[in-house]
């Protein structure tokens, strides 16, 4: 494990990489990269065309990495994907374009040679067509325009020792174009050999023509894996209505600043994060929570940048701009979560690594098998069953197989409020079985709030307000009078109820706070009292009539203060009860389905908290949790979790990110309750950005739906190469006469790569 000091040291950098093709790409580039003096950690994506480095910025520089990169024969575009992300959409489209005339010109071309060569169907072609000059010329721009893709990564790659598919692409279609041009020069000097001098020019063009129409389909495919990244960032405002010196004016968002006001009007995006200082409204954070039901917002209250300003318009102070606001945040987690690898691809990574080497070995095995031991013309049975061999073997289906499935399970899960870290925490959900929540904040709101009003019978003859009509106002009018001066949170929760009811609160006298007992004071000239049983034993104020409705609501989970008087302070008579005001910590609207949804999946559910164990008992009963630990305190929440891990189970914590932070981090997932802040995010694997409860079901789901995706996967790509290779090689030949054509391999390897990425793209059918 790496220090503290040198941990801060280090800086992630996330950037495009251009020319890669295959899983051995990944594999070259990530060792390059690694040699870099001071880069500590190096992962390469084919799916999403980029590298993320984590290395010392004092030791390297861009330069560093793009030399690294263009060592082996790729391309690194450094840049700001947030600032760029336009130029690089329309850089794709450019690159898109150039492939598709690529495609149409090599087939078009390639079309006509097989037309005028191909056994059979030559019978029908213009005597123009059979001509091997023509098809020479024909060929020539194929090979050496449309396929200067393949050159350009295999040339410096030989350089350097080190072979990708491009490689085989290009050594089998070179072959067979060179091959054929000799033919076509020199027919005379294969005689001896009783060869037929029959070119084979067909094969060059459409291998290449077939390739790149596979690259073409599955760049088109890998861009709808890539769809969550664009509704993210197509959510940003364009611009803001910023007041300066008492002046309205819209700009840009890339100019606003930190303490700017801006005004939203209905209908508008809100620009960046901040807090309301003027006005109130209705806004729908869906595009960031989720959640479709917008969320009433007031003076005090934080929004956040690209949500929608439903009703009403307000002023608000600009808090967090650029790439400090939340949505910029959700973006590049997802980023870093798309271009992170799952634990399970790093076999895919290993067989990669060494599979061109392989392949290129079992291509020169095949040329000298069938050279010696072929039918007549051996050479000719060498030769294109040794091309058949160099484009079969296809590594690109194994280098797409997790990560595509890793872009689109991760795009899902950010569109519905889910965020999930990296690809490692993906893989790990799916094996989860015990889940830990906090009570506080996960379970429950976190803010207690007036539950029950009971009133007494000795009210009226006590009350000074003499009010019959509404007597719960009464008692919670003098409460909240009382309380107003508190700052306990009980209190607040009583004052807050006062004010939600526009009661008007009395003026208080004499007031007292008597730590660990409630309150006394003076409301209209009466002495009042108010808090837990202990103040009403220290003030021998009988309660022995009431004593079971107020075990009833403690058993129920419920604070219960006590609210007692007497008329005069100097009053020889006994306090007197007026009422029993019942506050709780209410729990959270998802909250029980949120538990059963996990129930049904056969997880345990285990709820963690500093309360008291009745209190914690009476929670989990109207949750369905069995298992309770109570009176755990912050620091030994971390413990708890492992003592759960030695009895052998994976195990997932739900907090609040802050607090619960050592028990998310020693748990196999952590999932933090979304608050907008950065430290929810960064505290745990998961971020639950809708807050919704019932969002912890589904990220498992999710991450279940997500790995048998990634196995079927696999097994296709794995289970392609070890049937078609051994085709490829003849091995079918001896026994049934069937020989694989070169063209005919150029379209399966092309299709493996293609059904790879759309078996990726079905997960977007999981609804959440």
């Avoid at 300003?309 to 790439?323: C, E």
């Avoid at 959900?429 to 889940?435: C, D, G, Q, R, V």
């Amino acid at each position: 494990m790496k220090t503290n000091n040198l941990s801060n040291q280090l800086t992630k950098l996330t950037f495009t990489i251009k020319g890669m093709h295959c899983a051995s790409c990944v594999k070259i580039l990530e060792d390059s990269l690694s040699k870099v003096e001071g880069v500590s950690k190096a992962n390469v994506n084919l799916a999403t065309e980029k590298a993320t480095v984590t290395y010392n910025p004092t030791k390297v520089t861009d330069q560093h990495l793009q030399s690294a990169v263009s060592s082996v024969g790729y391309q690194a575009v450094i840049k700001d994907e947030m600032e760029h992300e336009d130029a690089e959409r329309l850089e794709k489209q450019k690159e898109l374009h150039d492939l598709r005339n690529k495609v149409i010109v090599s087939l078009c071309l390639g079309g006509l040679i097989l037309w005028g060569s191909f056994p059979g169907l030559m019978n029908t072609a213009p005597a123009l067509l059979q001509n091997f000059f023509l098809q020479l010329i024909l060929a020539t721009p194929v090979q050496f325009w449309a396929g200067l893709t393949f050159y350009q990564a295999t040339i410096p790659a030989l350089k350097h020792r080190t072979a990708n598919m491009d490689t085989l692409v290009a050594i089998g279609t070179t072959v067979a174009f060179g091959y054929s041009a000799f033919v076509t020069f020199f027919p005379q000097l294969l005689t001896p050999y009783t060869l037929n001098p029959i070119p084979y020019f067909d094969v060059s063009t459409i291998i290449i023509g077939l390739i790149l129409l596979g690259r073409y389909f599955e760049a088109k495919a890998k861009a709808g894996t890539s769809e969550a990244i664009k509704k993210l960032i197509g959510l940003q405002a364009k611009t803001a209505r910023v007041i300066r010196n008492g002046k309205e004016a819209d700009i840009p968002i890339e100019q606003v600043k930190l303490g700017d006001l801006i005004r939203v009007r209905p209908g508008e995006k809100i620009p960046v994060d901040g807090v309301i200082v003027d006005g109130e409204s209705s806004i729908d954070e869906s595009m960031v929570t989720g959640e479709s039901i917008p969320v009433d917002k007031t003076k005090g209250d934080t929004v956040v940048g690209a949500t929608i300003n439903k009703s009403g318009t307000f002023v608000y102070k600009a808090t967090k701009v650029g790439q400090e606001t939340m949505l910029a945040q959700i973006i590049k987690l997802v980023q870093e979560a798309q271009g992170s690898k799952a634990p399970i691809q790093r076999l895919a990574d290993l067989i990669s690594s060494y599979f061109v080497p392989v392949v290129i070995i079992l291509a020169i095995v095949t040329f000298v098998i069938w050279y010696d031991f072929g039918p007549n013309p051996a050479f000719l049975f060498a030769m294109l069953n040794t091309v058949a061999v160099l484009i079969i073997a296809c590594p690109c289906a194994m280098g797409l197989a997790t990560p595509t499935a890793i872009m689109v399970g991760t795009g899902i899960g950010a569109e519905h409020g889910i965020l999930i870290k990296d690809a490692e925490s993906l893989e790990t959900a799916h094996k989860i079985n015990t889940i830990i929540f906090d009570k506080t904040g996960t379970l429950t709101k976190g803010k207690p709030e007036v539950t029950d009003i009971i009133v007494l019978d000795k009210l009226e003859q006590y009350s000074s307000s003499g009010a019959k009509r509404n007597r719960e106002e009464t008692i919670l009018k003098l409460a909240a009078s009382i309380e107003k001066g508190s700052e306990h949170s009980l209190a607040e929760a009583i004052v807050k109820k006062a004010e939600k009811q526009r009661l008007t609160l009395s003026r208080v006298e004499a007031f007292k706070a008597i730590a660990g007992f409630g309150v006394e004071g003076k409301v209209d000239g009466q002495k009042l009292i108010l808090g837990n049983r202990k103040l009403t034993s220290k003030e021998q104020v009988d309660i022995s009539d009431k004593l079971p409705t107020v075990e009833k609501l403690e058993k129920e989970g419920k604070t219960v203060m006590i609210l007692a008087t007497r008329p005069h302070t100097l009053s020889p008579n006994p306090y007197a009860l007026l009422g029993l005001i019942a506050v709780a910590d209410t729990l959270k609207d998802s909250a029980v389905e949120g538990v059963k949804a996990l129930q049904n999946l056969g997880i345990e559910v285990v709820m963690i908290t500093g309360d008291n164990k009745r209190t914690a008992d009476a929670i989990a009963k109207k949750l369905g949790i069995k298992r309770v630990l109570a009176e755990v305190l912050p620091d030994q929440k971390e413990a708890e979790v492992k003592k759960i891990q030695a009895e052998g189970k994976k195990v997932a914590m739900v907090g609040d990110g802050i607090n619960d932070a050592p028990a998310l981090a020693q748990s196999d997932v952590g999932i933090a309750m979304g608050t907008g802040t950065d430290v929810a995010i960064e505290a745990a694997d998961i971020t639950l950005v809708n807050k919704d409860l019932r969002s912890v079901a589904s990220a498992i789901n999710l991450s279940k739906k997500t790995m048998r995706t990634i196995k079927l996967n696999l097994f296709w790509a794995f289970g392609y190469n070890i049937i078609l290779i051994p085709v490829a090689m003849g091995l079918l030949y001896p026994f049934f006469k069937i020989l694989l054509n070169p063209i005919f391999a150029s379209i399966a390897m092309a299709t493996s790569s293609i059904s790879v990425v759309l078996n990726s793209l079905l997960l977007k059918r999981y609804k959440l």
